[in-house]
């Protein structure tokens, strides 16, 4: 069973009520057993309001009466002749009597949730439907604090539950919102909203599986649309959180709506009557929303703050009592309180409209204490307002008190509820409550994390990368609130700025910005001068110069991000003095590309290290381009090897010039940076490794090169006829690092494997890293996969931009 509940606009002539038929009847047909809650239609509470206001002063109704009558029957058969005489008739007893009782606008203005259900009741039948108007006075019963009476939920459980099991089975009930009766029998109504409240306890009372809430807007928001244009619909929303909210008048809820729903753990749905049919899922209230955070703004304006100051407070027990006590009998309700420890006065805020009588009854109870002067003052500030900021972790509002500081707001009071995680904000007037909404909505909700990249070099791997970049940055900013910016691309000619990020003509524009000048120290300055945060250094270059001024960047404020190794195989003394500044400045430097392009290698080293596992042996293949070349020739035999080469060259697997892969170069450079995560301070020249291709090849042209490939191919097919059957051949790069002896061997080159090996399996360009560590003994841990390809290594360049970026404070 469901509980539907459609507010006052929903019900409204025209679009309204139309959808709302819709709505009942397709939750009907779809066998949820609705049962209709209904506020009074359109503004009807204000207009019964508005008449009871003219016939107290005496004034003529009649016209607005019929103006008010005019739009109850619209479009169906219902003439209302008995509920006409019964208006008419309480209007003219109060005009006569020039007053109108609590007691009586409670009967009068309960019309507005009568009419409206017998309306809706009636407009279901004329369309086939069996339903049924009900009076929720029929088993709502309350005190008689008319206007705004507390229900007995017990005795009202148990006469819900008789009339509902007395309905006969298919008829859909219509309920009246706002509405009960008194023990006595008298009219009483819930409070402004009440029809919220009703619903919830029925649904309460009748178990349902949720209450939908269908209004005018799209759900609850951060905060309210109309004060904060930029506020966001909240998707989930804790019970606790959605009580909360409506204590600040949030005019979706009443402020006890959530008690009965969160008793039974029912959840609560609040959706748009009109974009019902559209794909949207409104805000759900529940004990456990999906969204780890969800905070949300509430004002209130008509404060007062009442100042209570005096001498010797201290070590005077009961003043505190008698202040509360005075209020208390005086009906003034107290919404925040704020004392100092030395108790030199207290502050008290309540609503303006109790400022006076708040003032009067402590003048009243400290008369003795004023006379001898222990008190020494009594006060009402009024015009103020309370922001309060909900699901609020303290340690987040550095931020927020920051800005508004800068604004020039100051909070009076500040007062911090811990369970519910409130902070409230007592501020001046209205206008500066809406300021004070509007700041701390922009730091809350506003902000994303802006992350400020110099990429330089925009090869293929460059040029992937900012392709990725461009393509998801609306994604990142929407999910992850990452503003990603590139604020400059250059190569070694030239250099492309732009304070707030390069836009999809990039390649045109970087064409016409040439440069001539020092690219460190001009990236570093336009930093500066742009107060760019959040800067990374992206180096897709394999430029040696670049990677030497690592150091004066880190120094500078840019974290490092490569997939250039120069930095990682330069001299051990440079590598070491890189770190120690990068520790120094408290920079990042990720390159995980190094080694594997995108797989996840680096990373999982460095904590296997970190975690003080010794690491025993890396052994693999480091190469990807080498490994598509070998384990073609090793699935192809029939092919020439030449082809296979060709073919990887233009697959872009090897580098132009494909001597710069076949020589085994990288596999050594790869060696090195990981033999150095190890904290091994191990030098280029300490790996001995072996290329393949002779010596008379290794100085020619590229284009001689490939005249005598003939020679390499002999080179290769020797190597191939020495294999036993059961073998292939592969290039290997190997580590042995012996702990005890502080001993590390490093080698490189083309080896006989067994073809059933994990290295002799491996196919396309994957790379495979076998890691074989103390604790995991013969079981190697292996890493393979993809190893080449620019696209791969601009995603993992992205990754690791992407891993900074979660670091970055917001
Ligand atoms: N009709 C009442 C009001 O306008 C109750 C409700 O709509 O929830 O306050
Ligand atoms: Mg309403």
Known sequence: ???????????????????????????????????????????????????????????????????????????????????????????????????????????????????????????????????????????????????????????????????????????????????????????????????????????????????????????IYTANPTLVPEARKIDELSYADAAELSQFGADILHIKTIEPLEERGIPLRVLNTFSYGEEHNGTLVTAHPRDRVVRALASLTGKALIHFEGRNMLGRPGIDARIFRAFESAHVSVSMVAQGSTERGTAIVVDEGDADRAVTALHEEFKQDLHEGLTTKIYAEKGLAVVAIIGLNLVEFDRPYRALVRNRILPILLSNSVPENTLCLLV??????????????????????????????????????????????????????????????????????????????????????????????????????????????????????????????????????????????????????????????????????NVGAGLPLIDNLKLLHLSGERITRIHGLFSGSLSYIFNRLSQEPERSFRSIVEESARLGLTEPDPREDLSGEDVVRKVLILVRELDVPAELSDVSWENPVPESLRSLSLQDFWERFGELEVEIERRRQA????????????????????????????RAVSSSSPLGRVSGADSCFEIYTESYGSQPIVIQGAGAGASVTARGVFGDVLRLAEGYES
């Open 723 to 750: 294999l036993n059957s059961d073998e292939v051949l592969r290039y290997v790069g190997d580590i042995i690092w012996d702990d005890v002896r502080q001993e590390a061997t490093l080698t490189a080159g083309l």
């Open 1 to 219: 069973m469901k509980v539907l509940k459609f507010g006052g606009k929903s019900l409204d002539n025209g679009l309204g009520i139309a959808t709302v038929l819709d709505i009942i009847i397709d939750s009907y047909e779809q066998g949820d057993a609705p049962v209709v809650v209904v506020s009074a239609r359109g503004k009807s509470t204000d207009a019964l309001l508005a008449l009871v206001e003219r016939a107290r002063r005496g004034e003529a109704f009649d016209e607005d009466l019929a103006c008010f009558w005019a739009h109850q029957g619209e479009g169906l058969s219902l003439s209302f002749e008995e509920e006409q005489r019964e208006l008419d008739r309480l209007l003219t007893g109060i005009s006569l009597l020039r007053e109108c009782s609590p007691r009586l606008e409670d009967a009068l203005v309960s019309y507005g949730e009568i009419l409206s259900s017998k309306y809706v009741a009636e407009a279901l039948r004329s369309r086939g439907y069996s339903a049924v108007a009900i009076d929720s006075g029929d088993f709502l019963v309350t005190d008689d604090h008319f206007g705004s009476a507390s229900v007995f939920t017990e005795v009202s459980r148990e006469r819900c539950q008789a009339l509902f099991s007395r309905l006969p089975s298919g008829t859909i009930p219509i309920v009246t919102g706002f509405i009960a009766r008194s023990e006595a029998g008298e009219r009483t109504t819930l409070g402004r909203n009440g029809s919220n409240y009703s619903a919830a306890l029925l649904a309460n009372f009748l178990g349902a599986s949720i209450m939908e809430n269908f209004t005018h807007v799209d759900g």
């Open 428 to 593: 001046k007037g209205e206008e500066e409550c809406v300021k004070a909404l509007k700041v701390i909505h922009g730091e809350l909700f506003e902000r994303p994390k802006r992350i400020h990249l110099a990429i330089i070099g925009h090869g293929t791997v460059g040029g992937a990368l900012i392709g990725q970049i461009i393509q998801q940055r609306e994604l990142l900013r929407e999910q992850k609130h990452i503003d990603l910016r590139i604020f400059a691309i250059a190569n070694s000619r030239q250099l492309l700025l732009a304070p707030t990020g390069v836009g999809e003509q990039w390649e045109e524009e970087l064409q016409q910005a040439p440069f001539t000048g020092d690219l460190a120290e001009t990236l570093i300055a336009y930093g500066q001068r742009h107060a760019l945060e959040n800067m990374i250094l992206v180096d897709n270059t394999s430029s040696v110069a670049i990677a030497s001024s690592y150091p004066l960047y880190a120094s500078n404020g840019f974290d490092i991000v490569s997939s250039n190794k120069k930095a990682n195989i330069a001299p051990y003394a440079d590598y070491a003095h890189l770190r120690s500044t990068l520790q120094r400045h408290r920079r990042s430097y990720r390159y995980e590309t």
